[in-house]
């Protein structure tokens, strides 16, 4: 399994900006997905953003679209998810995750099947 590295974290005020990185151990392959999970205290995990490694098609939650942006840099094996326009609502533990992708598989369904998972990150949205 690949080792993943987060990094980027920290306290923001409402309506800022925080960009968070995942860095993977070894190389994706093209069927890969690397994608971001977040967990509010007292709540379930929910999905955040996605990107499949090889044609760098993107998905993102609702709650996220047109704030946060998914991007990978293939050189470093790293994903990155910067964050803008925060909420006080956008405050919880951000984990990356990879993981290979079964054929027609939605990111989501297999990073959350077969995914590696980071440390976490913390983001507090402070009013």
């Known amino acids: 399994q690949v080792q993943l590295v987060e990094s980027g974290g920290g306290l923001v005020q409402a309506g800022g900006s925080l960009r968070l990185s995942c860095a993977a151990s070894r190389r994706t392959f093209s069927s890969y997905a690397m994608g971001w999970f977040r967990q509010a205290a007292g709540k379930e995990r929910e999905f955040v953003a996605a990107i499949r490694w090889g044609n760098g098609s993107t998905y993102y939650a609702d709650s996220v679209k047109g704030r946060f942006a998914i991007t990978r840099d293939n050189a470093k094996n790293t994903v990155y998810l910067q964050m803008n326009s925060l909420k006080t609502e956008d405050t919880a533990v951000y984990c990356c995750?990879?993981?290979?992708?079964?054929?027609?598989?939605?990111?989501?369904?297999?990073?959350?099947?077969?995914?590696?998972w980071g440390q976490g990150a913390q983001v507090p949205v402070s009013s």
């Open positions: 995750a990879a993981g290979g992708l079964r054929v027609g598989e939605l990111p989501l369904t297999g990073l959350l099947r077969a995914g590696s």
